[in-house]
């Protein structure tokens, strides 16, 4: 695999980890979580609704598309180990 692209791939894995744990350690969403990943995207439709009920809870979803992208993430050593 091309060096570079394992360095953005990880860079990606490290700003959305950020946003994502950082807002989730918190509790509710801010502002500055907007600058991590596409966990932007999400974030400012949530905070441009204004609600503050899906604010407070933006976290549990955020955590379980986290655990979603980690699998494309690891998915190419797994596939190595095992010979594929």
Known sequence: M?????????LALVFYSIGVWSERIQGKLKLWHLVFAVHAVWATVVL???DENAINNFHRFSVAVW???LIP??????????GA
């Open 48 to 50: 441009v609704q204004k």
């Open 2 to 10: 091309d060096p570079i692209v394992t360095i953005i791939i990880t």
């Open 73 to 82: 993430y690891f998915s190419p050593m797994f596939f190595a180990i095992g």
């Open 67 to 69: 655990v979603i992208w």
